[in-house]
């Protein structure tokens, strides 16, 4: 498969910060006088200038933005994102390795081992005897790259320039990750579990790991951490892990490892590829833009922060202005609750409350609703806040800088041009 990089696509981060151009210059750009100009925080370039009307194709994922080929890396759009309930056709795609050949094998006979030096009893199972032995559970549950977002931060940091689209949530079936442990043994002294998978590395050495990533044992004994071969009623999708994925959600879904082939109880922190250095880290103390960390002062990303995305309408949408806008999106918070959204046409200088709906069950996203009328005709961006239930807020820009860009949770923002 060949995908053509989008153009541009990694020095978008610098079209968001102004550089030298006044408010009559951003005027002219959008095309309209713009209501809340003084309102607009220092250095932010409104939103309609830095979106890009270039799409790519990935087949099974129109739509998408295609990042890279090798491996393959694609998000979604926000305003594709609109579905409740995310269509494989729609999920964002993050890969580290080679996907395995799978289409002429019997993903009944696909093999699942169960070992580590905290396993007590390891074993090995087939997938026709985990969908035979144990219940089976559907859920829909939220998964969220790290660096999502990261095209944002400033000074740019290196990986995929991902925007707001990598993130979805999928239905997904399978079985409790907690019952196959319990099958197995976990001994007093066990710490992590981690997976391991058929994915080979980009080098073509056999003895490399793309990666292999995992959880501290409370997590991946949670109802809600699975082994899954079904989203949204069908087999799992080739690129996302057919025949069978780990799925933690609410955390990096580097977590999640697709292509399952090994389980391991470990009595240490994992220590496989891309949990060491500087991999989903972040620094455990603030620091300032630009600086140079230790590996030794990061910290294992863990539960994802509160977030929000305006899914309808389409940023750069044109409306009436005697008519009143409906705007809809999702929220999600990592392991938490989202206790409330709420959304602001003055670049965040006053907010008015969305309604917010439930979750379906615990850690899937929540849907939100708001009707907002704007005072007069002109350029306005409609921005989103969510907070979590332990009164976390999204912040208004962008939230502290880390050296590989994550964790990027600032309100999302659509463009919306008012004519009279």
């Not at 269509?87 to 050949?101: E, I, Q």
Request: hydrophobic share 40%; proline share 7%; with cysteine.
């Amino acid at each position: 498969m060949k995908a053509t990089r989008q153009r541009g696509a990694t020095t978008l981060s610098r079209r968001w910060f102004l550089r030298g151009s006044g408010l009559a210059a951003m005027s002219a750009a959008v095309g309209a006088s713009i209501p809340f100009a003084h309102l607009l925080p220092k250095g932010l370039l409104p939103i309609a200038l830095a979106d890009s009307a270039e799409q790519l194709q990935l087949p099974g994922k129109p739509g998408l933005t295609v990042f890279s080929d090798r491996p393959i890396n694609a998000e979604t759009p926000a305003h594709l994102l609109d579905d409740p309930v995310t269509p494989a056709s729609r999920l964002f795609v993050r890969n580290n390795g080679v996907p395995p050949v799978t289409y002429d094998l019997d993903p009944l006979d696909w093999e699942l081992s169960v070992e580590g030096e905290a396993c007590t009893n390891p074993r090995a199972f087939t997938l026709r005897e985990l969908q035979e032995r144990f219940r089976h559970y559907t859920l829909q549950l939220q998964l969220e790259c790290a660096g999502n977002g990261r095209a944002e931060f400033y000074p740019a940091t290196s990986g995929n320039q991902w925007g707001n689209g990598a993130v979805g949530c999928p239905e997904w079936t399978g079985v409790r990750l907690k019952d196959v442990l319990a099958e197995c043994g976990v001994a007093d002294n066990a710490v992590y579990v981690a997976y391991e998978a058929a994915d080979s590395h980009l080098s073509g050495d056999s003895s490399k790991r793309p990666i292999s990533r995992g959880v501290p044992l409370h997590k991946a004994l949670e109802s809600e951490s699975m082994l899954v071969w079904a989203m949204n009623g069908a087999p799992l999708p080739e690129l996302h892990g057919y025949p069978l994925r780990m799925l933690c959600a609410g955390w990096p879904a580097s977590v999640s490892g697709k292509w399952l082939t090994r389980i391991l109880v470990r009595d240490r922190v994992h220590d496989g590829e891309k949990m060491l250095g500087q991999s989903y880290r972040v620094p455990c103390k603030p620091v300032a833009p630009g600086t140079t960390v230790a590996d030794a002062d990061m910290c294992i990303i863990e539960s994802m922060p509160v977030k929000s995305l305006i899914t309808f309408p389409k940023s750069g949408v044109q409306h009436a202005l005697a008519d009143t806008l409906q705007l809809r999106g999702h929220a999600w918070a990592g392991d938490r609750r989202v206790q409330s959204v709420h959304t602001s046409l003055d670049f965040g200088a006053s907010w008015q409350t969305a309604k917010l709906k439930k979750p379906v069950n615990r850690l899937a996203w929540q849907h939100w609703t708001a009707d907002v009328s704007f005072p007069e005709a002109g350029y306005y961006e409609v921005w989103a806040r969510a907070v979590d239930e332990a009164g976390a807020s999204q912040p208004v820009v962008l939230p502290g800088w880390n050296p590989l860009g994550y964790l990027n949770n600032a309100c999302h923002r659509i463009a919306v041009m008012v004519n009279a």
